[in-house]
């Protein structure tokens, strides 16, 4: 190999190893000038950061920026939804054994949190309980673009997986789950109605999941109302507060729980 060949071969080897260091050290390549579209607006492309997670979350905060088209509705629906539990539990078990007998009485707390103990002489006795907090909080929304007087629909919810109910048919074989919206959905109609007010008129739709996880439950209704635009107001709230006590030989539990939901509804543009 000659001398030339030789150098050219060390100048290729040592850019090589330039570029995979630059590419451990997470460095970028340099980017080749922007190029523009149409009017001369660079490409969306250029903007990348080359952090897929930030990109998103930029994106986003863009997508919720950009202006409503004339003539056209954005609608916002919000559900906030609360809830709290507490619940208590004590219970005690005293008893006797020997080489004859065994005799017990009372019961143990469920889910015991403590637990003490005490035996002598055959004879023994326990005693164990439980007390807890809970609280829980969820915020869902949804946005829809629609034209005045053509219905759209919303959905704040989330997709359970249930196992349809059968009846009759072979012992055995494979059951598929299927998906169920579980949820509110709502079904809209904007209609102009005069300078800086809208007509919504709304069906919401509300499903659970049955008893046993098996059905969905829903619950329909229909509302108009006339709202100014630009301002959110209270479509609907639910509350609903359960309270639980059960006594028995030496043992007592009791719970209590506040569940609160809202939904907030917001239409800009026109």
């Given at each position: 190999m000659g001398r030339r060949e030789l150098t050219i071969l060390l100048l290729a080897v040592t850019a090589i190893l330039a570029g995979c260091r630059a590419y451990e050290s997470g460095a970028t390549p340099p980017r080749s000038p922007s190029t523009t579209t149409g009017g001369g607006a660079p490409s969306?492309?250029?903007?990348?950061?080359?952090?897929?997670?930030?990109?998103?979350r930029r994106r986003?905060?863009?997508?919720?920026?950009?202006p409503i088209p004339t003539g056209n509705y954005r609608v916002r629906v919000e559900r906030?939804?609360?809830s709290e539990a507490d619940s208590s539990a004590i219970g005690a078990v005293v008893g006797y054994t020997d080489d004859h007998?065994?005799?017990?009485?009372?019961?143990?707390?469920?889910?015991?949190?403590?637990?003490?103990?005490?035996?002598?002489d055959?004879?023994?006795g326990m005693l164990d309980g439980h007390l807890r907090s809970s609280r829980d909080a969820t915020r869902e929304e949804a946005m829809l673009m629609m034209a005045p007087d053509y219905p759209a629909s919303l959905f704040?919810?989330?997709?359970?997986?249930v196992v349809p109910f059968r009846v009759g048919g072979r012992p055995y074989g494979l059951v598929v789950p299927e998906g169920q919206s579980v949820g509110t959905s709502l079904e809209t109609i904007c209609t102009p109605a005069g300078p800086g007010a809208v007509q919504v008129t709304l069906t919401p739709i509300f499903s659970q999941l049955g008893a046993r996880g098996e059905t969905v439950r829903v619950t329909e209704a229909t509302?108009?109302?006339?709202?100014?635009?630009?301002?959110?107001?209270?479509?609907?709230?639910?509350?609903r507060t359960t309270d639980s006590a059960a006594t028995a030989l030496l043992s007592r539990r009791s719970s209590s729980g506040t569940e609160q939901a809202v939904l907030i509804l917001t239409v800009d543009g026109g």
């Open positions: 969306t492309s250029d903007t990348r950061s080359g952090d897929p997670f930030a990109d998103a986003i905060d863009e997508a919720r920026s950009l906030v939804w609360f007998w065994d005799v017990q009485a009372g019961g143990a707390a469920p889910d015991a949190g403590f637990r003490v103990g005490v035996a002598k055959g004879f023994y704040v919810g989330e997709t359970r997986y509302t108009s109302v006339r709202v100014p635009l630009g301002r959110p107001f209270l479509l609907a709230s639910h509350d």
